[in-house]
Structure formats: structure tokens, C-alpha cells
């Protein structure tokens, strides 16, 4: 007779596999199931600082890679499972952790953590598995960045400091700079919402001129959703299913196209 671990186990498994990505990362259990299908991995860089990260495989190598930036909250269960769907898809994926192992469940517990994040060390900690997933074994050579909110920025600025051939920003704040937009390699796969306070029209403007004069509005694809910011977190109050499963097509295609193609 199967011990209890080993049914629960095997219950978990069989929800995760009827389940949609969405009701996986909107229902805690299942999304810590996924998540423990994830491997943690380390590295160390070149400051001497030792980071880890969630890896996630595809059933068939050698594949093209994905770098996940979490959101304020830190690199929790949901955005492991995220790897997890992702490697469901054919991709190397790697949830990266810039906040030292920190996981907010509050707002203000997430804000102060993310205040706290250097842009220094979280831009060596990207630039570091940037390579790594480069130069996998398992890998093609080509890396795909995605983020979401704090992560969404931090998926820019990663392909800023290093060459990413596609990039993926779910309402992330957004660099102004010209002549720092002329650093991207690969083109860019913009997600916004029309009620979000925060990343708005004027900013999204501002990104998209600011991309114009550097010479690159042909690599930018900018998407506007009626939604509000955090509109692709299931596990969220301003989740919006119609507008989150839209946008993770759009990326789904724009990674064939760019990683895959």
C-alpha cells in the first residue's frame, strides 16, 4: 500500500496536470507542487556573491533559454511554477532571485524589500545568469528575459547590460534613455494596462519616443489591455483571465519567433 506522502503526491500530480497555468499559480497547493518540480541551482559571480535560482527543463534538449525576473514579492512558489509552465513549452527556464531569498506576503513588507534591492548587485546577479544560460549545455545559445512589475523593469534593464535576444516586460517601469535603448540587441515585447496607475500612458509614451530616437521603434511591440497593473496574476484582486491569457500567447509567439525561429 502507498503511504500517505506518496497518494498526496500523486494526487498533486494528477491536479497539476488537469489544471490551466492560471488556476496553478492561482491556487497556492498546486503552484507549491509545481514549484518542487523546479531544481534549485547555484553560481557564483565574479564579486564572489553566490546566487541561486529555480531551473525548470523541457522534456526535449537542446532548447532555447528564459530568464524570469519575480515580481516585488520575491521569487515565490508562483513565478517557480512560472519556469515550470514555461519548460512545459520547450524552454530552458531559470527563475532568478534578486532579493536574496526574501518573500514578501504583504505589500509592505514587498516595498521595503524591494527599496532595498542595488542596482549594482541585481544587475551582476542578471548579467551572471545571462551567461550561464548562454554557454548551458543543454542550450541553444539564445536567451529570452520576461518579468513582471519590479521584474518587468528588471527584464529591460537585464537585456540593457547584456545581450538578450528577445525581451518580454509585463508592466515594468521603463528606461528613457536613449542612448541606453541603443545597448538592447533583440527586439521588445511591451504588456500594459489602461487602468494602471503606476506604468502608465505617459510612461509607455515616453519608452516608446525614447525607443524612436534610438533607432529602434521596429524591435518594439507594445500591447495595451483593458486591465489594471498585476492584470496576469492569478493570485492577485485585479487578475483579468481574458487579458492575461492574450498576453501569454502574444509572448508565447514572440519567443517562437525570436528563440525559436
Known amino acids: 500500500m502507498l503511504d500517505d506522502a506518496r497518494l498526496d503526491r500523486r494526487t ?4 497539476l496536470a488537469g489544471a490551466s497555468f492560471a488556476a496553478v499559480l492561482a491556487d497556492p497547493i498546486l503552484a507549491r507542487a509545481a514549484a518542487a518540480e523546479t531544481e534549485t541551482v547555484s553560481l557564483t559571480l565574479p564579486s564572489g556573491r553566490t546566487v541561486s535560482a529555480a531551473l525548470a527543463l523541457p522534456e526535449t534538449l537542446p532548447a532555447p ?3 524570469l525576473i519575480h515580481e516585488w514579492w520575491g521569487l515565490n512558489d508562483q513565478i517557480k511554477a512560472a519556469a515550470r509552465e514555461y519548460a512545459n513549452e520547450g524552454y530552458i527556464a531559470l527563475a532568478i532571485d534578486l532579493m536574496d531569498g526574501a518573500v514578501a506576503t504583504t505589500a509592505e513588507d514587498a516595498r521595503a524589500q524591494m527599496q532595498a534591492v542595488e542596482a549594482g548587485p541585481a544587475t551582476e546577479t542578471c548579467i551572471g545568469w545571462m551567461e550561464w544560460l548562454r554557454t548551458h549545455e543543454n542550450g541553444t545559445g539564445r536567451v529570452g528575459t520576461v518579468g513582471w512589475c519590479f521584474g518587468g523593469a528588471w527584464s529591460l534593464n537585464a537585456s540593457l547590460a547584456a545581450p538578450a535576444d528577445a525581451t518580454v516586460i509585463y508592466y515594468g517601469r521603463l528606461e ?40 529602434m521603434a521596429d524591435r518594439l511591440t507594445v500591447h495595451w489591455y483593458e486591465a489594471d497593473h498585476a492584470f496576469a496574476n492569478p493570485s492577485g484582486a485585479r487578475y483579468d483571465e481574458e487579458d492575461a491569457r492574450l498576453a501569454w500567447a502574444r509572448t508565447l509567439a514572440f519567443f517562437t519567433q525570436h528563440l525559436t525561429g
Not at 498533486?12 to 491536479?15: R, S
Open 12 to 15: 498533486l500530480m494528477k491536479g
Open 176 to 215: 528613457q534613455d536613449p542612448a541606453r535603448l541603443r545597448m538592447l540587441k533583440g527586439p521588445v515585447l511591451g504588456h500594459f494596462a489602461t487602468q494602471d496607475g503606476f506604468i502608465d500612458a505617459a510612461m509607455v509614451g515616453g519608452f516608446e519616443r525614447a525607443m524612436t530616437e534610438a533607432g
Open 65 to 67: 533559454t528564459v530568464m
